[in-house]
């Protein structure tokens, strides 16, 4: 047997049930036609029941479907529908059921000014004698009693909204209502909406319910006054008394732990045009909205200017609403704070229900502006991550790719990309969409030193269009003649390039250079990935000034300088998944000793000249019991001008070892 029957007509009815099945209370929602059937997911907690009942029909139904012991009839009907309400007490009275009736709110105050009539037929024949359009929203059933009330004159002006159902469709035609003046939707409608539809079809004379927030009575007065013109209000039926849906699911989950069901939902650039349906039914159906001053502004309901896990998750513990909404700008999935929110809410409460929404991203709303595709772009986001290696790596996506999307924490960040696209010779063009979907939206296009001299306020979306790409090498090699030497020793092309490679570097690896010397081996390291974190360790203060100028010169940010003793110098710094040695100072066993403590299959490469070396390295292999070993030897020669000839000049030959541990 069930334990509740619900008669769904508002948005109400919906709600509590959607909010029965997550608890898993077994229940049947009633809906008067097929299209509150559809309105309803299939649930296994849920069974639907279609078809108008009367109080006799009504008793039996319950004495089929509820338990007599600790069944609940819940009335959600529409405010309107008096008989309806009558029937279901009388058959709950008769039956000796828990009856619980849920009302929803209504703000008097919000239609001041604006007439109101104690009947459908009494603002019918007020409206008879008016001569400009009419807007009837009062739904499909109320129709009959208005077309017999005003003239066949009045009624050729009459526009009505209805929901899009067959039965709906049915009942316009059936009360005399031109086609071309149906309006067939499902809401909730916005103030923006319901003032399109005023000024579309010239509309003078608006006709709502006093329905209360969740049936949109508040938007209609507001898009009225808006426009203009005057709301005729139908009074409710009568002052009954009833309690919220809120308070109905309490008393169902008396003795129960309550679930929250969350909802986190991306708002699109700002303006509530661009706010997908489904996130504005999570809104609407909230009792709480977490977000930015600027996304929350117009929302009207129980609402906190915090976007942040720390500052959220306390409301969430105190209040315990059943049905929060955590608002996001743009896209969720799109350099949004929602990964780390997540994780946080699941951290706090493991068993929260999380629903995750999409929104429309700047990048997807400015290129349909441009006319042009992204599937083709690189994406980057200075947007809280703003800094000079930031910015130096947007501009290598910049010098290699056509196209290139990316979010700007502030105005002058433009400036900052101009200036870096001159300094690289990169050619082309910046457009800028500052405050997008907003009354203020401005796109603007400019060439690099345009931009220069422009500034932009709000939020900003550039578009980086470079006109001649260049290749990025398939291996970005460092020449000697890149590095600034001085007297100290430096790996040399050849072993520097075949070290590299036996390394085996991945994107994110941490890397440790020891015994940096010029700084030649992290330099090449750190060009070929700004995703690898290189430390360069080294002692002598000249060699260390040498790095720190080549590695300034290469322009890279992915460099770490450890000035001391290996393994010293280590300290708490993250433990690396590759190793590079050029010199050791003796001390090639600690180094492996210290980092092999900590961390197993680190890759090592190590240069070996004297004999010295070469025997240390192999005792450190087999001590430490390395695997995927490989020894190299090495022998350059190169070639010097000696007068009218060249004579073979041959450099010392270097040893290679490579192995993990």
Same mark, same amino acid.
């Given at each position: ?29 009633? #809906? ?71 009302? +929803? ?79 067939? /939707? ?30 949109? =009575? ?41 679930? /929250? ?53 306390? #409301? ?17 999935? =799109? ?5 780390? /929110?997540?994780?946080?809410? +699941? ?15 700047? #990048? ?146 941490? =890397? ?24 360069? =360790? ?20 992915? #460099? ?60 450190? /292999? ?17 070639? +010097? ?21």
């Amino acid at each position: 047997m069930n334990s509740c029957i619900v008669f769904s007509g508002t948005t109400e009815g919906r709600i509590l049930s959607d909010a029965l099945s997550v608890h898993g209370i077994k229940h049947i929602v009633c #809906v008067a036609g097929t299209y509150g059937e559809e309105m309803m997911s299939e649930d296994p907690n849920r069974t639907v029941h279609v078809g108008r009942m009367d109080a006799e029909q009504m008793k039996d139904f319950f004495t089929s479907n509820l338990s007599r012991d600790d069944g609940t009839v819940i009335d959600a009907t529409h405010p309107y529908a008096s008989e309806v309400t009558a029937n279901i007490r009388s058959a709950c009275e008769e039956l000796g059921i828990k009856y619980i009736r849920v009302l +929803r709110g209504s703000d008097e105050s919000a239609a001041e000014g604006f007439p109101k009539y104690a009947s459908i037929s009494d603002c019918a024949k007020a409206l008879d004698k008016t001569d400009s359009n009419i807007l009837l929203t009062t739904g499909s059933k109320e129709l009959a009693c208005f077309s017999e009330n005003v003239s066949k004159e009045v009624l050729e002006r009459t526009y009505v909204r209805v929901l899009p159902s067959v039965e709906s469709l049915q009942l316009c035609e059936k009360a005399g209502i031109e086609r071309s003046h149906i309006i067939a /939707m499902h809401g909730p409608f916005s103030v923006e909406m319901n003032s399109a539809l005023i000024r579309q079809y010239s509309i003078k004379h608006l006709v709502t319910k006093e329905s209360g927030a969740n049936g949109g =009575f508040e938007e209609k007065i507001g898009a009225a006054r808006r426009e203009g013109i005057t709301a005729h209000i139908i009074e409710r039926p009568s002052k009954e008394e009833g309690i919220s849906a809120e308070a109905a699911l309490s008393l169902m989950l008396a003795g129960k732990d309550p679930v /929250m069901n969350l909802t986190i939902a991306g708002f699109g650039m700002g303006a509530e045009e661009n706010l997908t349906a489904e996130a504005r039914k999570a809104i609407n159906d909230s009792d709480v909205v977490f977000g930015a001053e600027r996304l929350i502004k117009g929302i009207r309901k129980k609402k906190y200017p915090l976007y942040l896990a720390k500052d959220i998750i306390p #409301v969430l513990e105190s209040e315990k609403p059943r049905r929060p909404v955590i608002l996001f700008s743009g896209d969720v999935s =799109f350099y949004s704070g929602m990964r780390k /929110m997540l994780t946080a809410l +699941r951290e706090w409460k493991a068993d929260i229900n999380i629903r995750i929404l999409p929104g429309i991203s700047s #990048v997807s709303y400015l290129s349909a502006k441009l006319g042009i595709s992204y599937d083709d772009a690189k994406l980057y986001s200075l947007h809280g991550h703003d800094g000079e290696e930031d910015l130096a790596k947007l501009t290598d996506l910049i010098r290699y790719n056509p196209k290139v999307f990316t979010l700007l924490s502030k105005g002058e960040d433009i400036r900052r990309i101009a200036e870096t696209m001159i300094a690289s010779g990169i050619t082309g063009s910046i457009t800028a969409g500052s405050d997008l979907s907003y009354e203020n939206e401005s796109i603007v296009t400019m060439t690099p030193g345009e931009a220069l001299a422009c500034s932009f306020s709000g939020i900003t979306t550039a578009f980086i269009l470079n006109t001649a790409p260049s290749r990025r090498p398939l291996i970005n090699v460092i020449k000697d003649s890149d590095m600034i030497r001085g007297d100290i020793p430096m790996t040399k092309e050849c072993i520097r390039h075949e070290s590299i490679i036996r390394l085996g570097l991945c994107e994110g690896d941490i =890397f440790y250079d020891v015994g940096g010397g010029t700084g030649s081996v992290s330099v090449e390291a750190a060009s070929l990935s700004r995703e690898l974190m290189v430390y360069s =360790f080294e002692k002598k203060t000249e060699a260390v000034r040498l790095i720190k100028e080549n590695v300034k010169n290469a322009g890279l940010h992915n #460099v770490t300088i450890v000035e001391g003793d290996a393994p010293d110098t280590f300290g708490d710094l993250p433990l690396p998944d590759k190793v590079f040695i050029g010199g050791s100072g003796g001390r090639l066993c600690e180094i492996v000793k210290e980092l092999s403590g900590k961390k197993r299959g680190i890759r090592y490469v190590v240069n070996a000249v004297s004999l010295e070396t070469i025997e240390e390295t192999e005792k450190v /292999m087999k001590t430490f019991d390395a695997c995927e070993c490989d020894m190299v030897q090495i022998s350059v020669t190169g070639v +010097r001008k000696a007068g009218e000839h060249h004579l073979l000049n041959a450099r010392n030959p270097v040893w290679i070892f490579s192995f993990t541990i």
